[in-house]
């Protein structure tokens, strides 16, 4: 599974961004999509999810301000960020897992993409 994402950039505090990725398999292969970011000095952390049959999941620090979707046609995954933070700033990955027939996932990752929020 190869992941392509896309989006990002720089912008204000307050302001908002969108990240897409795009799954280079069907979408009804893949278990769930995500993206992770990670800041300087941190550990990569899960932003936000969504897996078939289970819906959306948000870090706490998101919450009422990301908005995950997945477009199951396009495998592609979707992340609308409003009211960004200067702490949302960080390196985001899309993610893939895939449920393989031994039952366990494999995880998949996409080129990061920088989101910088900076007056």
């Known amino acids: 599974v190869q992941l392509q994402a896309s989006g990002g950039g720089l912008v204000q505090p307050g302001g908002s961004l969108s990240l897409s990725c795009a799954a280079s398999?069907?979408?009804?292969?893949?278990?769930?999509m995500g993206w992770y970011r990670q800041a300087p000095g941190t550990q990569r952390e899960s932003v936000a999810s969504?897996?078939?049959?289970?819906?959306?999941k948000y870090a706490d620090s998101v919450k009422g301000r990301f908005t995950i979707s997945r477009d199951n046609a396009k495998s592609t995954v979707h992340l609308q960020m409003n009211s960004l933070k200067s702490e949302d700033t960080a390196v985001y990955y899309c993610?893939?897992?895939?449920?393989?027939?031994?039952?366990?996932?494999?995880?998949?990752w996409g080129q990061g993409t920088e989101v910088t929020v900076s007056s």
């Open positions: 993610n893939a897992a895939q449920l393989t027939p031994l039952g366990t996932l494999d995880n998949y």
């Open positions: 969504i897996t078939t049959g289970v819906g959306p």
């Open positions: 398999v069907n979408s009804s292969s893949i278990t769930s």
